[in-house]
């Protein structure tokens, strides 16, 4: 019985001593085998199974493939398997004291085997074939693998999973029209390449790819970019994003919570706007919007600070000279309430309010002054000069031109006001 993984032994003694383990593990193959002892004859045919010598743990890596031997018959002090969905679990040794700390394992190849290791601590028969306890060969770490690239049809398997051990697959150019869901079992994941495919819709379980840092969708036929996503794990993992050359008409507002962007490509959709609270991705730098629709950009637009902005071929319309008024005097409850909850920053969700109202809340204005809008405000139109919010600016078109449309809303004639004396 074998598995593949990651493993680091940690000696409990180094604390004492002052030294630290090194964080890290190792490529290696774990055996559950079976050794009897030389002392002692081995046992013959037919003997009771009671007979038979504990099983022990047999550690091999690439540089000692003759491996380490660990005795299971209690022997094991603690087993820690939080994150063995994760494929991550300890085993804690008595002699030696040391953790074996196991990661990148296949979550239920890891479980068959912690359930056998337990059986071996008790000194109960393991029913699964044990293996022989001998070197293992290099051919066994080469299925060890992290990058897998297809570019074709023909190359893609159908009978066969994906190593479970994946760090980075692409998979181009194989007319896949739906995400595979084997993918998705990949929990390793830091990078998924799927660009020039047809697909039209992505899973929400995307987002269970915790590790998942780079997703490249380039070249597909995508119409949108789900809500589950945006509030999935991904808020915390992704980095780069590639939705350049799909059908994409607009973003969700929860789009902005993927906080931790910093690489974002929307070329070639038919983006008609982008999510007006642009100005929460902090860490965005390099943003990417050429060929679209887009009339205008959101007024949080001006909290950005990129590298890098293309926003090339858009249709920007000339700023407007007279506002659009939809203020209301007095408030309306809804909107006094909605305004009071932004405001002070007060807690809310579907179990607390209702869904619809939940939405309303999320998708609220932000006046220039910092306070909140529902549906009572002024929206106005002013110019904006890239530079002052990227390094390098692609022209906005063939003339030569660095400005845009800017939308901006005021929660009150004052701030209309006082925004208008400030641009003069």
């Keep these: 019985m074998k598995l593949h993984c990651e493993v680091e032994v940690v000696s409990r003694h180094l604390p004492a001593l002052g030294l630290r383990n090194r964080g890290k593990g190792v490529r290696a193959v774990l055996s559950l085998c079976q050794q009897a002892p030389r002392t002692q004859p081995r046992p013959r045919a037919g003997s009771e199974r009671g007979g038979r010598h504990p099983a022990c743990l047999f550690i091999s890596t690439l540089k000692d493939k003759c491996g380490t031997r660990y005795e299971l018959k209690e022997n094991v002090e603690q087993f820690f398997t939080k994150f063995v969905d994760e494929g991550k679990a300890t085993v804690r040794l008595k002699e030696p004291p040391v953790d074996i700390c196991l990661s990148k394992a296949s979550a239920s190849s890891l479980k068959g085997f912690l359930s056998a290791v337990r059986l071996a601590h008790r000194g109960c028969d393991v029913e699964a074939p044990l293996s022989t306890l001998t070197p293992v060969k290099t051919s066994e770490f080469e299925k060890f693998k992290t990058k897998m690239v297809i570019t074709s049809k023909k190359d893609y398997p159908l009978s066969k999973n994906f190593p479970y051990s994946l760090e980075h697959l692409q998979t181009s150019y194989c007319g896949l029209i739906r995400v595979d869901m084997r993918m998705l079992c990949l929990k390793n994941l830091r990078k ?233």
């Design 192 to 424: 998924l390449d799927l660009s020039h495919n047809h697909i039209k819709k992505l899973p929400a379980t995307i987002g269970d790819l915790i590790h998942l840092q780079e997703l490249n969708l380039n070249d597909n036929h995508l119409e949108s970019f789900s809500v589950a996503l945006c509030q999935s794990t991904l808020q915390k993992s992704l980095r780069c994003l590639d939705l350049s050359k799909n059908k994409i008409k607009a973003l969700p507002v929860q789009f902005c919570q993927l906080r931790e962007l910093t690489d974002l490509k929307l070329d070639d959709n038919e983006l008609i706007r982008l999510p007006f609270k642009m100005g929460q991705l902090t860490n965005l730098r390099f943003l990417s919007a050429a060929q679209n629709k887009l009339p205008f950009l959101p007024s949080e637009f001006k909290n950005l600070t990129l590298e890098y902005l293309d926003l090339f071929g858009n249709i920007f319309e000339q700023p407007k000279v007279l506002p659009v008024i939809k203020l209301q005097t007095p408030l309306t409850l809804l909107e006094s309430s909605a305004r009071a909850v932004l405001d002070n920053r007060i807690p809310y969700g579907s179990p607390i309010i209702p869904f619809h109202l939940c939405q309303d809340l999320d998708t609220a204005k932000t006046c220039v002054c910092g306070r909140f809008c529902l549906s009572c405000f002024i929206q106005g139109t002013t110019t904006m000069n890239l530079h002052s919010v990227a390094h390098t600016v692609v022209l906005v078109d063939n003339m030569g031109g660095t400005e845009a449309p800017v939308i901006s809303y005021f929660c009150s004639l004052a701030c209309y006001v006082n925004s208008c004396d400030m641009l003069k």
